[in-house]
């Protein structure tokens, strides 16, 4: 039993080595989405990710449309501050796919139009804060995933 992990097009290294080593302990796939806004062996994303990397299974895509291709047919939740559901909404299933969006603006707009009745966020407390750091926000969700999974 395990989650999927979806960064599109993540930016932040740091972030991505952090989610990397949330992935590997709790047995989580990363799958990295193209084009990335830093080099996949950047020392700032090994030092997020310590020296853990190299058990961690990652899989690696050219691109969005290269993504939905080979991942058709699975069933999938899209995180974004845009969603109208809320996180405590999703019914969890071994080997969903959590699809998160680049730090910078998240989600494409297409995405969030396409899969409207997918789209769950993490509801925040307080006006004067926009979203969640997105190693944060991973967290959350894949924890929330293995409690009702009972992992």
């Not at 405590?88 to 998160?100: A, E, G, H, N, S």
């Not at 910078?104 to 009745?117: A, D, F, M, R």
């Amino acid at each position: 039993m395990s989650l999927n992990i979806v960064l599109i097009e993540p930016e932040i290294p740091n972030n991505t080595g952090n989610i990397g080593r949330l992935a590997l302990a709790t047995g989580s796939r990363l799958h990295l989405v193209k084009p990335f806004g830093f080099e996949i062996d950047d020392k700032r994303l090994k030092r997020a990710g310590l020296d853990y990397w190299q058990h961690l299974e990652v899989i690696y895509y050219d691109s969005i449309d290269d993504f939905f291709v080979k991942n058709k047919d699975a069933k999938m939740v899209f995180l974004s501050s845009h969603g109208k559901q809320s996180h405590w909404d999703i019914k969890f299933t071994d080997q969903m796919f959590l699809v998160f969006g680049k730090e910078s603006v998240g989600l494409p707009k297409s995405l969030l139009e396409k899969y409207q009745n997918q789209l769950f966020k993490i509801p925040l407390y307080s006006k004067d804060i926009r979203s969640l750091n997105l190693a944060n926000a991973v967290g959350i969700i894949v924890y929330e995933g293995l409690r009702q999974l009972n992992l």
